[in-house]
């Protein structure tokens, strides 16, 4: 809960663990321990569970919970936290998403419900609704359409973005540069995007994003985005927020948009 209040500070290589089980099939709360521990050690920034690599659909609310709780506990406000609190049914999101505010963490990250391929304006009430009911805590919107088969417009995500104070920003697992420049254009400078793609984590940076939340599969942890967080080009980042935004182009420079 102590990056909670300054979302801005939510940034680096947020790392998503997976979530082991028994040879029995029960939550191994000891190997989730030790993954965090080494992710920790290994200077990752943040924390995530139950995001895709955490495999959630897979699992019961209730060890999801039990998940979090466990975390929070070995986390203690040392890195950011931000559990995964999306579900295809939305009184699901809306348990999961609660118990992880009262469990203290930093941000919530919320797929977009799969499978059911929402419209766009479903997909602002469901954010809506999930942002109202949890006005404290910063949500993170989870867009993969590769998984979820329904992409979120950057249109319908500035429109969140300026309704909900608490949606704070984006994990845009999409390799649609196309997508990146308009979320960025649209919503703003205050809006936090992530890209979900190892590869390109150091261009979305010279657009203007955040970082990463990626999957990680060992030796280096935090250490792979380091040089690039460093050498990201601020003065870049302004330049191009500054410049007009697709479909501009051609009206800033007197001829057709």
Known sequence: MRFRSDPAGLRGSIAPVVTPFTDVGELDTEGLRRLISWQLDSGSHG????????????????????????????????????????????????????????????????????????????????????????PDLPIVVYNVPSRTAVDIAPETIARLRRQCDNIVGVKETTRDFEHFSRVLHQCGRDILVW???????????????????RAVDGGGAGEGPRPALRAAPAGGRDLHRDQPGPGQVGAAAGGPA
């Open 47 to 134: 924390i995530s569970l139950g995001g895709s690599t955490g495999e959630p659909s897979a699992q019961t609310p209730q060890e999801r919970i039990t998940a979090m709780t466990e975390a929070a506990r070995l986390i203690a406000d040392r890195v950011p936290f931000l559990p995964g609190t999306g579900s295809a049914r939305l009184d699901e999101t809306l348990q999961l998403t609660a118990a992880a505010s009262e469990l203290g963490a930093d941000a919530a990250l919320v797929i977009t419900p799969y499978y059911a391929r929402p419209t766009q304006e479903g997909l602002f009430q469901w954010y809506a609704t999930v942002a109202g009911q949890n």
């Open 195 to 213: 890209s979900g793609i190892e590869l390109l984590c150091l261009p979305l940076l010279a657009l203007g994003g955040v970082a990463d939340v």
